[in-house]
T-cell receptor
Framework: DGGITQSPKYLFRKEGQNVTLSCEQNLNHDAMYWYRQDPGQGLRLIYYSQIVNDFQKGDIAEGYSVSREKKESFPLTVTSAQKNPTAFYLC???????????FGPGTRLTVL | GEDVEQSLFLSVREGDSSVINCTYTDSSSTYLYWYKQEPGAGLQLLTYIFSNMDMKQDQRLTVLLNKKDKHLSLRIADTQTGDSAIYFCADITGGGNKLTFGTGTQLKVEL
């Protein structure tokens, strides 16, 4: 089955710790995206990548980092510099230049 | 930058029509999209419209676009309880590389 997966579904971390969220797709998509969702604020773009070994900052990149070493994988690290990291994180993939994006099930991160 | 606005809540009775509205600011938008998010899940694409169209119908869904007023709407006919979800409009920006999403409208369908 083709699709996009995220793990884990729920993640708890202590303040001051870095944490990495996984995103994998087997849809052969060039482009991958990370969004943050907070209640009443819609989705905000953190980082995106249109091709392997290249990525761009989105609207709220501060306190986050990414890598794109393989086409299938686009992990997101939430660093201790992110001041308010508790949120629902969504990964998506798609064809570059297309607005049709396929979303993973999301990871809910809670900082204790 | 681009701004996309939606009302936050809509409540309808089962069997009625729902109309979810969206306004956007980028006059160069080429495609506009509607996504649906069920509780605790990711988004799924429902439908989209090209900017040179006024209307697009897809089974129970009708999309209306008023390009002059930069207003987009999604009408769901014969709304069912399974339609309860958050609906996002989005347009493609950044030279076609990024989507800008609205705040989302939570649709509640009551029996």
């Amino acid at each position: 089955d083709g699709g996009i997966t995220q793990s884990p579904k729920y993640l708890f971390r202590k303040e001051g710790q870095n944490v990495t969220l996984s995103c994998e797709q087997n849809l052969n998509h060039d482009a991958m995206y990370w969004y943050r969702q907070d209640p009443g604020q819609g989705l905000r773009l953190i980082y995106y990548s249109q091709i392997v070994n290249d990525f761009q900052k989105g609207d709220i990149a501060e306190g986050y980092s990414v890598s794109r070493e393989k086409k299938e994988s686009f992990p997101l690290t939430v660093t201790s510099a992110q001041k308010n990291p508790t949120a629902f994180y969504l990964c998506a993939s798609g064809t570059s230049g297309s607005g049709e994006q396929f979303f993973g099930p999301g990871t809910r991160l809670t900082v204790l | 930058g681009e701004d996309v606005e939606q009302s936050l809540f809509l409540s309808v009775r089962e069997g009625d029509s729902s109309v979810i509205n969206c306004t956007y600011t980028d006059s160069s938008s080429t495609y506009l999209y509607w996504y649906k998010q069920e509780p605790g899940a990711g988004l799924q694409l429902l439908t989209y419209i090209f900017s040179n169209m006024d209307m697009k119908q897809d089974q129970r869904l009708t999309v209306l676009l008023n390009k002059k007023d930069k207003h987009l709407s999604l009408r769901i006919a014969d709304t069912q309880t399974g339609d309860s979800a958050i609906y996002f409009c989005a347009d493609i920006t950044g030279g076609g590389n990024k989507l800008t999403f609205g705040t989302g409208t939570q649709l509640k369908v009551e029996l």
